[in-house]
């Protein structure tokens, strides 16, 4: 079955950067693009961006483009969002997703998220 | 970007009863060479990620029990609840998928 397992919680300090990994399985990894999307305390999903876990290719949303690098790992079927110069308001909960075969910005396989918390 | 709008913020529903959500998009979604609105419908408990629902607007994902239902074109969506259950009190938001991806800022449904 497929299955997302994202790596534990994360506490940094304004200015730092923070990875998070997202490993993928029961799939065939580069066949589909992973997509990174956040959530902060009560508000809606944010999307982020997107990786070809085929070729490397990335599609970051524009309001990320700076400060985020997704890379891909296909012998560990693992990928990674790197967020950097973290403020408080990246305190978030991070998730990585799969989406449907053939409908490639639909997302039903979610990883069950990271929680990043940016305090000095 | 799309702005994904929903009504109510909350929705206070008696067990049994019908349960209604709103969604209304700053522009249109439907591809009109595929004949498809790129609109979604996901379910999300505290402590969880979100759960696809509906996708196209109005197809069920496999599993979804026959109680929920979406609805709509273009622009206006609505995501129906038959005979809410107790296991149906979460937050609900639309997504659309027709350029990038953007969600409604959410909908709680609780129990009257």
């Known amino acids: 079955q497929v299955q997302l397992v994202q790596s534990g919680a994360e506490v940094r300090k304004p200015g730092a950067s923070v990875k998070v990994s997202c490993k993928a399985s029961?799939?065939?990894?580069?066949?589909?693009?992973i997509h990174w999307v956040r959530q902060a305390p009560g508000q809606r999903p944010e999307w982020m961006g997107w990786?070809?876990?085929?070729?490397?290719?990335?599609i970051y949303s524009e309001k990320f483009q700076d400060r985020v690098t997704f890379t891909s790992d296909t012998s560990a079927t693992t990928v990674y969002m790197e967020l950097s110069s973290l403020r408080s308001e990246d305190t978030s909960v991070y998730f990585c997703?799969?989406?449907?075969?053939?409908?490639?910005?639909?997302?039903?396989?979610w990883g069950q998220g990271t929680r990043v918390t940016v305090s000095s | 970007d799309i702005v994904m709008t929903q009504s109510p913020d909350s929705l206070p529903v008696s067990l049994g009863e019908r349960a209604t959500i709103k969604c209304k998009s700053s522009?249109?979604?439907?591809?009109?060479?595929?004949?498809?609105?790129?609109l979604a419908w996901y379910q999300q408990k505290a402590g969880q990620p979100p759960k696809l629902l509906i996708y196209?607007?109005?197809t069920r994902e496999s599993g979804v029990p026959d109680r929920f239902s979406g609805s709509g074109s273009g622009t206006d969506f609505t995501l129906t609840i038959s005979s809410l259950q107790a296991e149906d009190v979460a937050v609900y938001y639309c997504?659309?998928?027709?350029?990038?991806?953007?969600f409604g800022q959410g909908t709680r449904l609780e129990i009257k």
């Open positions: 997703a799969r989406p449907r075969q053939y409908i490639d910005w639909l997302l039903d396989f």
């Open positions: 029961g799939y065939t990894f580069t066949a589909y693009p």
């Open positions: 990786i070809n876990t085929g070729n490397g290719n990335t």
């Open positions: 522009q249109s979604v439907f591809f009109s060479s595929n004949n498809n609105n790129y």
């Open positions: 196209w607007a109005s």
């Open positions: 997504q659309q998928y027709y350029s990038s991806i953007t």
